[in-house]
Every structure is written in structure tokens, then in C-alpha cells.
């Protein structure tokens, strides 16, 4: 059983940036997509960014240029960087961990087994 910690939320003002993290607690596990998503209240959770099984990264539309994924195979950690924070940004992030083979692409929610509990970002001057 993986269990996903992120850390590094908070609030900042528009143009600044902030460094998600998501610590896994476990090792040696097969990763077919490792990814941040965000919801913010009322709206649908999507995809930011993620890492499929070759360790290309992706990214959505909306971040793409701004934010960052990246991943530390010896501390076991998920990285977003996000700069030049818009408030439209503003949501709860995750990190999210597929172990399994799926039918699911890697930016679909549905494929992720292992979830962490989230991390809010706010952005609001």
C-alpha cells in the first residue's frame, strides 16, 4: 500500500511561485504514470501535469510554461514548481500514483490508484 504525502501549499500573491512535493512511503513499485491534479470548489478535479511510463513529462494547456513536474527517484518524491501563479490557479492539488496497467491515458483520473490527501494553493492579492 503506497501512501502519498504532499506538503508545500499555501498562499501567495499573482507572479509568485511555489514548490509542491509529494513523498512516497513506499519502494521499488512499477509507475506507469505519476501526476499532479487540482480541484478547486464547485469545478470538476483536472489534470496540471504528469509523468507517463518512459519519465516524459506533460503538462495542460493552462500551465504549460509556467509550472514544472519533475521527480527525485532517491528520495522517492513528486516536484511541482509553479511560477508566475495566476489566481485562476487557485485549487487543491494532489499527487497521484498508477501502479497498475490501465486503459486509462495518463490524464485521466480514473487510472490513479493511490491518491495523497491534497495541498491548497491559494493565489489572491
Known amino acids: 500500500q503506497v501512501q502519498l504525502a504532499e506538503s508545500g501549499g499555501g498562499s501567495v500573491q499573482p507572479g509568485g511561485s511555489l514548490r509542491l512535493s509529494c513523498e512516497a512511503s513506499?519502494?521499488?513499485?512499477?509507475?506507469?504514470?505519476m501526476a499532479w491534479f487540482r480541484q478547486d470548489s464547485g469545478k470538476e478535479r483536472e489534470e496540471v501535469a504528469y509523468i507517463d511510463s518512459i519519465g516524459a513529462p506533460r503538462y495542460s494547456d493552462s500551465v504549460k510554461g509556467r509550472f514544472t513536474i519533475s521527480q527525485d527517484n532517491a528520495e522517492n518524491t513528486l516536484y511541482l514548481q509553479m511560477n508566475s501563479l495566476k489566481p485562476e490557479d487557485t485549487a487543491m492539488y494532489y499527487c497521484?500514483?498508477?501502479?497498475?496497467?490501465?486503459?486509462?491515458?495518463?490524464?485521466?483520473?480514473?487510472?490513479?490508484?493511490?491518491w495523497g490527501q491534497g495541498t491548497q494553493v491559494t493565489v489572491s492579492s
Open positions: 513506499e519502494y521499488g513499485y512499477t509507475t506507469y504514470c
Open positions: 497521484a500514483v498508477q501502479t497498475m496497467s490501465t486503459a486509462y491515458p495518463c490524464l485521466v483520473d480514473r487510472g490513479y490508484n493511490y
